[in-house]
């Protein structure tokens, strides 16, 4: 007889009859998880896996990785470029030299009318590290607009600005093996189970084996909050207050690391200085959690053997970005809890190739983390691409957040956009809106010509994606993987390589430099170009990345040739005291005062407004909007609010309600759920016209990252619930 598990019929998973298996990186988030795609003997993409032997995943997948095979299928994509003489007419189709011929012409043309830096060009996370290497050498060694940034600012510029001033340079510090050794973790801001799941699993396998207390720092009870041992439900935007408050237990007490301090640190009197007016009591007021819990997170973290924070877009998207990441590495710099197994700073970041752009890319400098600043990285970058040192501009030109602004000023003529959707992605919809429709020409680059900014282009170019085409991405952990060809692109649709390429073809100015015909000369490049260098790949090659599932950077030509394994390469930065990247190899202690500046909730719009991240889709939904098996999780937008106050406006589970803020409405369904508190609500980013029609996206000082997390809204019931499902039905993209 068979009795429970026995009695049921064992899951039977189709077998796709897939015939060769074709490694690759995920090309979602920055887990970098390794996957294999599958093909049939026709050469059909028939499955993914994930890659057992690669270290980041250990076979694992979450649902969008799962399901990644089916992109090559989805609607909307490119195949040919297309053109038109302004935005109200229709599109027609073109070939490339045309569509190539026409863009340079036009860039020159407003470029020769109203200076260089009247073009701008706004890039991506989410292109291959040899494509954004060369994108850069046209930008900046062709082109010459400083006026060039990616969309990585909307996500990942508070991380970069906060570890440049703590520590002299960007580059996370620390690793996944880190949650094998740490004695504490605390996160800020930072939902890892709907926003990394792979990164999550790492932890909390490590938890299962080896208990360690896990802080979270969240308005919201997250996931990741329900798994907390402590959950610190902080007021929107007072992290800095929170920090300061801490720091002031861990000094007040003698808990900090005097030795570590001393061999590694400079400012650490200007920073007790300034936490001394943050003494818990004081703090608890500002950022809403009481002195006791205060000082027992303080002891917590500064009594463990090593502690570890791990941030996201909680910290990274607010006015004081920046400001939260220094606070980050600020504790754990007095901690000694920087450069050790289980002691680190290490910010999570969110496309699968933000780090690449970081490194290569040229947007806020020159390659391998050169500086437009200094001048002999001006030199050693125009020596090696035969460009006058001279033609580089001597300072970085504007963020994506200031480019925005300068077109609707008329200080910048023309755009191009690269695999980024600002109608959907920037605060404030309606603004942008205005601001596309006031360019001169605006192209479009982006493997879907159905992509909403489309309809402000003058000329759109069909790109490849992901597998379609090969090259390197930077996972969070520092880790370089490689992405294999799986299958052709659509139609006449180019990899972002090769479109670099044509163009540069038709640049007067470009003769006189290389630019390689193959990703893996790119490569060579770059390899060449990082000798020496905190991000030296010089050891790392195509075949060798693959064959070791990733290799994490630092991984020297010397360590190659003596054959040290890759993986010995680079761990961890900044392991030997004094080794930071200021010239005088000490980290920075940074005094950080509060300043107010966020929009709070008031009498007219009570509710605080959240934005974030859900597990089945990626970013604008491009990609996961198009696939049924992501995209039947929630393909309309919603909105979390409290029960309590649920039933103080008179609304029920599943109605349709308007949410209003000082900048627009979005028609959205409620969700009544305790995980947001009774004077918040949550709406998820990824639907067009909906949540960042609401935003205000202050800017951060020192990173111009927009605070999309801060605003205030409130909600009004609607009459006619059918005309609200309709419309929403109407945005769904499956
Ligand atoms: Fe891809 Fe990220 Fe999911 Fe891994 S965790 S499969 S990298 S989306």
Same mark, same amino acid.
């Given at each position: 007889m068979l009795f429970g598990r026995d009695k049921k019929n064992p899951i039977k998973i189709a &077998?796709?009859?897939?015939e060769k298996w074709t490694y690759a990186t995920c090309?979602?988030?920055?887990?970098g998880c390794s996957i294999e795609i599958g093909t049939n003997a026709e050469g059909k993409v028939v499955g993914s896996r994930g890659v057992?032997?690669?270290?980041?995943?250990r076979g694992k997948l979450c649902v969008k990785g799962i399901f990644e095979h089916e992109l090559f299928e989805s609607?909307?994509?490119?195949d040919k470029p297309l053109i038109r003489e302004s935005i109200h007419q229709g599109y027609r189709e073109t070939n490339w030299d045309d569509a190539a011929k026409t863009m340079v012409s036009e860039i020159n043309r407003i470029q020769e009318t109203?200076?260089? &830096?009247?073009f701008a060009v706004v890039s991506t996370g989410q292109l291959l590290t040899e494509e954004f290497y060369t994108l850069g050498k046209l930008t900046r060694?062709?082109?010459?607009?400083?006026?060039y940034d990616g969309n990585?600012?909307?996500?990942m510029a508070s991380a970069v600005s906060g570890y440049k001033r703590s520590f002299g340079s960007d580059g996370p510090?620390?690793?996944?093996?880190d949650f094998e050794h740490t004695e504490c973790l605390m996160a800020w801001g930072?939902?890892?189970?709907?926003?990394?799941p792979i990164i999550y699993w790492r932890l909390q396998e490590s938890r299962e084996k080896r208990d360690f207390p896990l802080i979270v720092v969240d308005p919201r009870v997250t996931m990741l909050a329900q798994k907390?041992?402590?959950?610190?439900?902080?007021?929107?935007?007072?992290d800095v207050v929170l920090q300061n408050a801490l720091m002031y237990v861990i000094l007040d007490e003698g808990l900090e690391d005097r030795e570590y301090i001393e061999a590694n640190t400079v400012g650490l009197e200007q920073l007790e200085a300034e936490v001394q007016k943050y003494d818990p009591t004081s703090a608890a007021a500002i950022c809403g959690i009481d002195e006791d819990t205060i000082r027992n997170v303080a002891r917590i973290y500064a009594k463990a053997g090593s502690a570890m924070s791990i941030w996201t877009?909680?910290?990274?998207?607010?006015?004081h970005g920046s400001d939260g990441v220094v606070g980050i590495n600020n504790l754990n710099l007095i901690t000694g809890n920087v450069g050790k197994e289980g002691g680190t700073s290490l910010s999570i970041t969110g496309q699968c190739n933000a780090m690449g752009t970081r490194e290569?890319?040229?947007?806020?400098?020159?390659?391998?983390?050169?500086?437009?600043?200094n001048e002999q990285d001006r030199k050693d970058i125009g020596e090696f691409w035969n460009v006058?040192?001279?033609?580089?501009?001597k300072k970085r030109g504007l963020a994506q957040t200031d480019i925005f602004p300068a077109i609707e000023t008329g200080q910048i003529k023309g755009l191009w956009l690269i695999a980024?959707?600002?109608?959907?992605?920037?605060?404030?919809t309606e603004r942008t809106r205005k601001i596309l429709e006031k360019l001169d020409f605006l192209v479009v680059q982006d493997?879907?010509?159905?992509?909403?900014?489309?309809?402000?282009?003058n000329l759109y170019l069909p790109a490849a994606t992901w597998a379609e085409k090969e090259g390197v991405f930077t996972n969070t952990e520092r880790r370089v993987n490689i992405v294999r060809k799986v299958t052709d692109a659509p139609g006449d649709s180019k990899s972002d390589f090769d479109i670099f390429n044509l163009l540069a073809k038709y640049f007067?100015?470009?003769?006189k430099m290389t630019f390689p015909d193959k990703p893996e000369g790119a490569f060579e490049e770059m390899k060449a170009l990082s000798k020496?260098?905190?991000?030296?790949?010089?050891?790392?090659n195509h075949d060798l990345i693959e064959k070791q599932r990733g290799i994490q950077w630092p991984y020297t030509e010397e360590q190659s040739n003596k054959g040290?394994?890759?993986?010995?390469?680079?761990?961890?930065?900044?392991?030997?005291?004094?080794?930071?990247?200021?010239a005088d190899g000490m980290a920075k202690l940074i005094p950080l005062p509060f300043i107010d500046n966020n929009e709070v909730p008031d009498d007219k719009f009570p509710f605080w407004l959240n934005t974030g991240r859900l597990v089945e889709h990626f970013h604008t939904?491009?990609?996961?909007?198009?696939l049924g098996n992501t995209n039947k999780y929630s393909p309309i937008p919603f909105m979390e609010i409290n029960p309590d106050a649920a039933k103080d406006l008179g609304v029920d589970q599943g109605e349709y309600v308007r949410c209003v803020s000082r900048r627009g409405d979005a028609i959205v369904m409620a969700m009544l759920t305790?995980?947001?508190?009774?004077n918040m609500v949550f709406i998820p980013?990824?639907?067009? &016209?909906?949540?960042n029609r609401l935003?205000?996206?202050?800017?951060?000082?020192?990173?111009?990252?927009?605070?999309?997390?801060q605003s205030a809204v409130t909600i009004e019931i609607l009459e006619d619930q059918q005309a609200a499902a309709q419309l929403s039905m109407e945005m769904r993209r499956f």
């Open positions: &077998d796709k009859k897939a090309g979602y988030c920055s887990v057992g032997g690669a270290d980041v995943n609607s909307g994509r490119g109203y200076g260089r &830096d009247s060694g062709v082109i010459g607009t400083n006026n990585t600012t909307l996500c510090p620390g690793c996944y093996e930072s939902n890892l189970p709907e926003q990394h907390a041992d402590i959950h610190l439900a902080i007021t929107p935007g007072t877009m909680g910290i990274n998207q607010s006015t290569w890319s040229s947007c806020s400098g020159l390659p391998g983390y050169r500086y437009l600043e006058d040192p001279e033609f580089f501009p980024t959707n600002p109608m959907t992605s920037m605060p404030n493997s879907y010509a159905d992509v909403e900014t489309t309809q402000y282009a007067s100015g470009s003769e020496g260098r905190l991000a030296d790949i010089s050891g790392m040290e394994l890759p993986p010995s390469g680079g761990k961890r930065l900044y392991t030997e005291p004094g080794t930071f990247s200021h939904r491009t990609k996961t909007g198009k305790q995980r947001v508190p009774k980013f990824h639907y067009f &016209d909906c949540v935003t205000l996206g202050l800017l951060d000082p020192h990173s111009r990252q927009p605070a999309y997390k």
